[in-house]
RNA sequence: GCUCAGAUGGUGGAACUGGUAGACACGCAGGACUUAAAAUCCUGUUCCCGUUAAAGGAGUGCGGGUUCGAUUCCCGCUCUGAGUACCA
């Protein structure tokens, strides 16, 4: 039979996943091999063709390397928690995780198609509890850790606190906040708990802080910095403005050295690592402190100018400066802090109030836009005051301006005019002197940085070099103790939050306005649900919504917890340890909700619309549990019990305890009882109600921006049922905000490796065998968001002793973007007016024949007299022109343009008349002309709205997974970008038939033989066996294809079809087109499925071995024949060969050659 | 502005450490088969000059250089793409 792939490629890819064919597993004597690709977000859109470019490339590698003998971790999972879901949700009011569940659908299928060779069963999902569980209890350990500079890595927060009992403060050397308190150990011991825990706060990896961040109004959320492109969310488009608010950051820079350094030691692109080495954006310098000339008055706020400097130490009335030209302190002539800098009040003098107050609100006005904009105009303001020269004791003015940025070293620099272009710029407009410090410098029309020559005006620096100066300053600087040597990161903290539902909930509950980690055994902390997915009235975060949604900290007494508590294994119950079964409650829940059961629905319909005088909720959540009807108000809970209740008692009552403590009545009826008599249950239910006492009304949504509501007031707290009083018996107010996007897909690559672990995030044993990341491949724009993040966590994670490798990604490489190709057509308009109606359209040489000639418009309208524009143009052609108009891709094959389905398209262009390329007319009643419409090309991103989409699932349509594979790596190499275009498959389609006709006769009848391999065919097969081999190592995949259609031909110009060879090559192409392989390996008599795991052919570089070689012969450098020569002959007896050759003697005419260069088996070449 | 990557036929691209530039494929042209078309197969296809063939010349963004020999190495420039931007 002819290639019938369509029947090949769906039983391959069924066979695959019933046998399970690519798990992996992770005992194995097998060296280990882990290809990963970047972590899909499932978006609603599906995949286009662009998109598994990378899986191609990778699932080509993880076969091949199968092939070699290696035990393959090839996972695929979805990061699944996002924004598109959430603002569809927002829209339509479905919940996105039925949104997200349908997209993943789609994507699987879709993957599925492509006959990709991942391991399903390690398939993960960030947005499931199972998964963020961990994910939650990574952002534990970073709340529980703090990180110590003089062991250089992460420390628990216990060993922080041990130390502060003992010693205080002194002898700690860490990464923290900027204002920490210095105290002794019995100060410590003498602060209340809040107050050592809010001490704590600064010191902890992940923390909360008052930090200025990018909040989108439009989205309701904050930004991360790679978030906002020009002051634009990059997402959308909306603008995007700074806003302080109390957030959680993670405190990265603390690892900003070490993720800088580590990028040294891993086999990445060269941009990519440039990418994050300017991010982390590294400088040394010093920072020097000028003394005020006067002791400042004190400040009318009544705070004193007296300090602690970030870097330690008092201030005692001095600016500190960062600069990474110390050596230039003698050409200081002003300093300038940023108009947002703390002490600009307390430092202008009176009379320069008025001036300093107009710029800084000036200054405020601007948006970061205009800021960026305006990078040209100088603008400041003088404070009135002065700051010493530490090393010549000169008085220097201190002025304020936004060029100096708040959040970069000090926020205040020393300006040296004559050596940097915005301080000279500065000094001209304001007139403040310029001094060259340097004797070769020009400062007359420009600023000069160099650090070439000898230092000038600068006293005891006069005479020495860069180099020297610089040393000696320091020296200086520090035994005057004015200044030190300093190491700057232009890296800041990252934010660690979003004001959004569709993300993970952060582990974390208020008390007395400070935060604390719940429970570890309470983990995963679940989504809520909520009635909208919006930010509240007062501007809280979905979250907040979350009826009675409330941390309960297990009662410190004899709790009802323990193994038996939570082992419910009927569907009413949301079980919160085990993950697994967690999945399976929710499906069961969701059913319940949907399908209740008769006796729900009956009462339902009695206690609906407060028909008992009280509002009833039903299905609703309270703390872990799901109640079947709850009223909140009287804090009752109504369970109907099925046939399962009995075989659950014992875990029904533990629960019913439960629930007393948080101060709810449980009242209980079984299914019979309500279906025979629902109206006595509906009394009972409403005269208990009204007996008892009114439940405190829920918290008011806290007034706080930070989105969180403070704890529950003391009036709310209940006595139990036991007695005694129950702290927080209300419960405590979660963290209203959820993590950023960049959470769950910081340690998935872990996940993989055990994915299925309820004990741990991945078991040590797991962890130790797999390691790291081998390959990864993915695009290059996570360069400084995901790709460094989880660098950091890694690095944490180690620290931690939890993994065991300091980069988790070996080797990475960056699969360019598949551009779309856009069609145009180029339709007739008036210059000045919009004429949408014109049904005109001009092929792409005629359009541009319009352009380039004056007249042509007039013999055009001439020529084919058309009417309905000489209408319009009122006889003028300079007001005619031609707009191009994006045309579906699907309808325009080698840029001609399928005329038909062109005016069946869009009813629009029904009765379109197209000025063909060669001048004739196409109109709808006229008929076709021979000629063709071309279009116009261009590249651009693949999108909807340019009608440039390709999708995967039409080409597998027409050609099957296999062609696709193989062309999108012919296309090109795998890094660099390139557009789409969907001629060249035909070859590759072309090939595969061609592959599969070596093994079949004239009649399409499988047909091998047993013969002897020939010399020429081993000779092709081994030199693909050897070309793969290469090629896939240097991931050079587009160059392999060739080869492989190469061999083919080769063999079919050899008829070959012997088994000896065939066989070896199935094996060799089968990483390529997975498909025809399996089903031709299966035809030559093997086992099904064995082909991924067969030993890839030995190359036997003696079936390349040639004695004779077609020597170039060049004169002069320039080829001029082939010379065939045994390779046996030495370079002597070559030149000798080639000279007495009746052919090079013509070329020679008569002259002797001034030199003969010969290279063995590659060329000669005859200088004349 | 700075940093990085790139520029080869009509198109995608190949040439791995300096050694026959344009492999392979698309497209195009011509031919075979066919009543015809599609499909398939064969031949040609960097450009210029040349009736064909032979022969010749030019040629890897532009201008120089090193070398017997440069797409490859060096210097200067142009253009394209990406990242980044008052970072002291």
């Known amino acids: 039979m002819d290639y019938q792939f369509k029947d090949i490629e769906q039983k391959w890819q069924q066979f695959w996943a019933d046998n399970q064919t690519f798990k992996a597993d992770n005992n194995s004597v097998k060296p280990k091999y882990y290809?990963?690709?970047?972590?899909?977000?499932?978006?609603?859109?599906?995949?286009?063709?662009?998109h598994p470019l990378g899986?191609?490339?990778?699932?080509?590698?993880?076969?091949?390397?199968?092939?070699?003998?290696?035990?393959?971790?090839?996972?695929?999972?979805?990061?699944?928690?996002?924004?598109?879901?959430?603002?569809?949700?927002?829209?339509?009011?479905?919940?996105?995780?039925?949104?997200?569940?349908?997209?993943?659908?789609?994507?699987?299928?879709?993957?599925?198609?492509?006959?990709?060779?991942?391991?399903?069963?390690?398939?993960?999902?960030?947005?499931?509890?199972?998964?963020?569980?961990?994910?939650?209890?990574?952002?534990?350990?970073?709340?529980?850790?703090?990180?110590?500079?003089?062991?250089?890595?992460?420390?628990?927060?216990?060993?922080?606190?041990?130390?502060?009992?003992?010693?205080g403060s002194a002898g700690v050397d860490a990464v923290s906040d900027e204002?920490?308190?210095?105290?002794?150990?019995?100060?410590?011991?003498?602060?209340?708990?809040?107050?050592?825990?809010?001490?704590?706060?600064?010191?902890?990896?992940?923390?909360?802080?008052?930090?200025?961040?990018?909040?989108?109004?439009?989205?309701?959320?904050?930004?991360?910095?790679?978030?906002?492109?020009?002051?634009?969310?990059?997402?959308?488009?909306?603008?995007?403005?700074?806003?302080?608010?109390?957030?959680?950051?993670?405190?990265?820079?603390?690892?900003?050295?070490?993720?800088?350094?580590?990028?040294?030691?891993?086999?990445?692109?060269?941009?990519?690592?440039?990418?994050?080495?300017?991010?982390?954006?590294?400088?040394?310098?010093?920072?020097?402190?000028?003394?005020?000339?006067?002791?400042?008055?004190?400040?009318?706020?009544g705070r004193a100018f007296n300090k602690v400097s970030p870097t330690g130490g008092d201030l005692e009335g001095a600016i500190e400066v960062f600069t990474t030209r110390v050596d230039t302190i003698f050409g200081v002539t002003f300093l300038v802090l940023a108009p947002e800098h703390e002490l600009v009040c307390e430092l202008t003098t009176p009379e320069q109030k008025a001036e300093v107050d107009a710029y800084i609100a000036q200054s405020k006005k601007k948006s970061e836009l205009d800021r960026m904009a305006d990078t040209k105009t100088v603008s400041g303001a003088f404070t009135g005051s002065y700051v010493i020269n530490p090393v010549n004791n000169e008085k220097v003015p201190l002025y304020i301006a936004d060029y100096v940025l708040a959040g970069y070293g000090t926020g205040?620099?020393?300006?040296?005019?004559?050596?940097?272009?915005?301080?000279?710029?500065?000094?001209?407009?304001?007139?403040?002197?310029?001094?060259?410090i340097m004797d070769i410098q020009h400062i007359e029309t420009e600023a000069d940085p160099t650090k070439e020559g000898r230092y000038i005006n600068s006293d005891f620096m006069n005479g020495l070099n860069y180099k020297e100066g610089t040393a000696k300053v320091i020296s200086f600087l520090e035994e005057k103790g004015a200044g030190k040597a300093k190491v700057n990161f232009r890296m800041r903290d990252a934010i660690f939050g979003r004001q959004r539902y569709w993300g993970e909930p952060v582990p974390v509950y208020f008390k007395d306005d400070l935060p604390y980690l719940i429970d570890e055994k309470d983990l995963p902390l679940v989504l809520p649900e909520v009635d909208k997915y919006l930010p509240t009235e007062t501007g809280e975060p979905p979250l907040a919504r979350a009826s009675n949604w409330k941390y309960h900290p297990a009662p410190s007494k004899s709790p009802p917890v323990g193994e038996t508590y939570p082992t419910h294994q009927a569907g009413n119950y949301r079980e919160t340890a085990d993950p697994v079964y967690y999945e399976q409650l929710k499906e069961f829940s969701r059913d319940n909700r949907n399908q209740p059961t008769e006796a729900e629905n009956i009462l339902w319909q009695l206690l609906r619309n407060n028909q008992t005088g009280y509002k009833i909720r039903r299905q609703h959540a309270i703390s872990q549990f799901i109640a079947d009807f709850v009223c909140l108000e009287k804090g009752l809970v109504i369970e109907l019990d099925g046939h399962h209740h009995k075989l659950n008692k014992e875990a029904d009552d533990a629960r019913t305890e439960i629930l007393n403590y948080f101060g709810f009545e449980v009242i209980r009826f079984d299914n019979d009882e309500v279906l025979k008599f629902p109206q006595k249950v509906f009394e009972e239910i409403k005269q208990k109600l009204t007996s008892l006492p009114e439940r405190i009304s829920p918290t008011q949504p806290s007034p706080l921006v930070s989105g969180r509501a403070s704890e529950i007031t003391a009036g709310e707290a209940k006595v139990s049922p036991?007695?005694?009083?129950?702290?927080?018996?209300?419960?405590?107010?979660?963290?209203?905000?959820?993590?950023?996007?960049?959470?769950?897909?910081?340690?998935?690559?872990?996940?993989?490796?055990?994915?299925?672990?309820?004990?741990?995030?991945?078991?040590?044993?797991?962890?130790?065998?797999?390691?790291?990341?081998?390959?990864?491949?993915?695009?290059?724009?996570?360069?400084?968001?995901?790709?460094?993040?989880?660098?950091?966590?890694?690095?944490?994670?180690?620290?931690?002793?939890?993994?065991?490798?300091?980069?988790p990604f070996k080797k990475l490489i960056n699969q360019g973007m598949i551009q779309g190709r856009s069609s145009f057509v180029y339709r007739l308009t008036l210059q000045d007016e919009n004429l949408s109606q014109s049904h005109y359209f001009l092929s792409k040489g005629q359009a541009k024949k319009w352009e380039i000639s004056e007249t042509f418009g007039q013999e055009l309208l001439d020529e084919w007299k058309i009417n309905f524009i000489i209408k319009s143009y009122e006889g003028n052609p300079q007001r005619l022109a031609f707009g191009p108009l994006h045309v579906d891709v699907n309808i325009v094959n080698n840029d001609i343009l399928n005329i038909e389905k062109f005016r069946a398209w869009r009813p629009e262009y029904k009765d379109a008349v197209l000025i063909l390329e060669d001048g004739s007319i196409s109109s709808p009643t006229g008929g076709g002309r021979e000629g063709a419409y071309i279009c116009g090309v261009e590249v651009e991103k693949m999108s909807k709205s340019k009608f440039n989409v390709i999708n995967p699932d039409d080409i597998i349509e027409r050609y099957g997974a296999d062609t696709l594979r193989m062309y999108e790596m012919f296309l090109?190499?795998?890094?660099?970008?390139?557009?789409?275009?969907?001629?060249?498959?035909?070859?590759?389609?072309?090939?595969?038939?061609?592959?599969?006709?070596?093994?079949?006769?004239?009649?399409?009848?499988?047909?091998?033989?047993?013969?002897?391999?020939?010399?020429?065919?081993?000779?092709?097969?081994?030199?693909?066996?050897?070309?793969?081999?290469?090629?896939?190592?240097?991931?050079?995949?587009?160059?392999?294809?060739?080869?492989?259609?190469?061999?083919?031909?080769?063999?079919?110009?050899?008829?070959?079809?012997?088994?000896?060879?065939?066989?070896?090559l199935v094996v060799v192409l089968?990483?390529?087109?997975?498909?025809?392989?399996?089903?031709?390996?299966?035809?030559?008599?093997?086992?099904?499925?064995?082909?991924?795991?067969?030993?890839?052919?030995?190359?036997?570089?003696?079936?390349?071995?040639?004695?004779?070689?077609?020597?170039?012969?060049?004169?002069?450098g320039k080829t001029k024949i082939n010379l065939n020569l045994s390779l046996s002959l030495e370079a002597a007896a070559i030149e000798a060969a080639v000279i007495g050759s009746a052919e090079v003697q013509k070329y020679l005419d008569g002259k002797t050659p001034k030199k003969v260069i010969v290279v063995k088996g590659r060329i000669v070449n005859i200088v004349l």
């Open 35 to 50: 290809v990963l690709d970047m972590f899909p977000y499932p978006s609603g859109a599906g995949l286009h063709v662009g």
């Open 55 to 167: 899986y191609i490339a990778s699932d080509i590698f993880s076969r091949y390397k199968r092939l070699k003998g290696f035990n393959v971790l090839h996972p695929m999972g979805y990061d699944s928690f996002g924004l598109p879901a959430e603002q569809y949700a927002i829209q339509t009011g479905q919940h996105p995780a039925i949104t997200t569940e349908a997209n993943i659908a789609t994507y699987r299928r879709q993957l599925d198609q492509l006959g990709f060779s991942f391991d399903w069963s390690r398939e993960v999902r960030t947005s499931s509890p199972g998964y963020y569980k961990w994910t939650q209890w990574i952002f534990m350990q970073l709340f529980n850790s703090w990180y110590d500079k003089a062991t250089d890595k992460a420390e628990s927060i216990e060993k922080l606190a041990a130390h502060f009992d003992q010693y």
């Open 179 to 301: 204002e920490v308190l210095s105290f002794t150990a019995d100060e410590w011991k003498a602060y209340t708990k809040e107050e050592q825990q809010a001490e704590l706060l600064k010191y902890r990896l992940t923390y909360l802080r008052e930090s200025t961040v990018n909040w989108c109004p439009a989205l309701g959320t904050v930004l991360a910095n790679d978030e906002v492109k020009d002051g634009f969310s990059e997402r959308g488009g909306y603008p995007v403005e700074q806003k302080k608010m109390r957030q959680w950051s993670m405190r990265i820079t603390a690892y900003a050295e070490r993720l800088l350094q580590g990028l040294d030691t891993i086999d990445w692109p060269e941009p990519l690592k440039e990418m994050q080495r300017n991010w982390i954006g590294k400088s040394i310098g010093a920072s020097v402190r000028f003394q005020m000339s006067a002791p400042p008055k004190p400040s009318p706020e």
């Open 412 to 436: 205040a620099v020393m300006a040296v005019p004559s050596g940097d272009q915005r301080d000279y710029l500065f000094a001209k407009h304001f007139g403040l002197p310029i001094v060259p």
């Open 722 to 807: 036991a007695g005694g009083d129950l702290e927080g018996a209300g419960g405590y107010a979660y963290e209203h905000s959820t993590m950023p996007g960049w959470a769950g897909s910081s340690w998935y690559w872990y996940r993989y490796m055990d994915s299925n672990n309820d004990k741990e995030f991945a078991s040590e044993k797991a962890i130790e065998y797999w390691k790291d990341v081998d390959l990864y491949i993915g695009g290059s724009e996570h360069a400084t968001g995901h790709l460094l993040y989880s660098r950091f966590w890694n690095k944490f994670l180690k620290d931690m002793n939890l993994v065991v490798e300091e980069e």
């Open 972 to 1064: 090109g190499p795998l890094e660099q970008s390139k557009p789409w275009n969907t001629n060249g498959i035909e070859g590759v389609f072309k090939f595969l038939r061609k592959f599969w006709r070596l093994f079949h006769d004239e009649q399409w009848n499988f047909s091998l033989s047993d013969a002897a391999a020939s010399k020429a065919e081993l000779k092709s097969l081994h030199k693909i066996i050897r070309k793969v081999e290469e090629d896939v190592e240097r991931f050079s995949f587009n160059t392999s294809v060739s080869s492989f259609m190469i061999a083919v031909n080769e063999l079919t110009d050899l008829k070959c079809n012997k088994r000896a060879i065939l066989q070896d």
């Open 1070 to 1116: 089968s990483s390529y087109a997975p498909h025809i392989c399996e089903e031709l390996w299966v035809l030559l008599g093997n086992q099904p499925g064995s082909l991924s795991y067969a030993p890839y052919p030995t190359f036997n570089p003696e079936y390349l071995i040639e004695d004779e070689f077609a020597y170039p012969i060049s004169i002069n």
